[in-house]
């Protein structure tokens, strides 16, 4: 039988983020070509959202902050998170997040990262439910990353235990 002590707890929480560390290193120095960039970036952002999923949240929503962590920093790593802190891919998580749940259609929230100077703006559209009756909402993001606007939008649908999914096929 295998036990772990406080202590092995403690260690696990400073290798966690060594590891993932490492893995972001390692796959950076892949990514020596355009074709690459997106799909390195994309990894890295999935890892890192994963990362801070599971940080910003405890109890019976981590998992699904996991997921919607992984998703998003996916997407924005894919297309908008290139010179983004880890910190600043977490002020436009949860920026995401709270306008998809509270947001009026159309309305501007906006986040931004005084450490870094980076800032970004979410707007969602009205909701709309899907053919398994989920709620949905279309959104578009920009990042002000390093003088220079990087927009993206994408659909999420809020799942029964409360948590939003970016999807790739809202209506299915």
Do not use: Q
Not at 37 to 62: F, H
Not at 75 to 98: C, L, N, P, V
């Amino acid at each position: 039988m295998i036990s772990f002590s406080s202590r092995d707890y403690s260690l696990v929480k400073i290798l966690r983020p060594t590891a993932a560390l490492c893995l972001i290193l390692s796959m950076s120095a892949c990514s020596w070509n355009e074709d690459r960039t997106g799909k390195i970036g994309g990894a890295v952002g999935g890892i890192l959202g994963g990362i801070a999923g599971s940080n910003v949240s405890k109890g019976s929503g981590r998992t699904a902050a996991i997921i919607l962590g992984a998703t998003l920093g996916t997407m924005w790593g894919e297309d908008i998170a290139h010179g983004m802190s880890s910190a600043d891919k977490i002020f436009a998580e949860r920026t995401t997040k709270d306008t998809l749940e509270y947001g009026k259609p159309g309305e501007n929230t906006t986040w931004s990262n005084p450490e870094t100077g980076n800032s970004g703006n979410v707007v969602a559209n009205e909701s709309f439910k899907n053919k398994d009756g989920e709620n949905c909402r279309n959104f578009e993001t920009t990042a002000h990353i390093e003088g220079e606007d990087r927009t993206t939008s994408g659909t999420a649908c809020k799942m029964p235990n409360g948590e939003w999914k970016v999807m790739e096929d809202p209506s299915a």
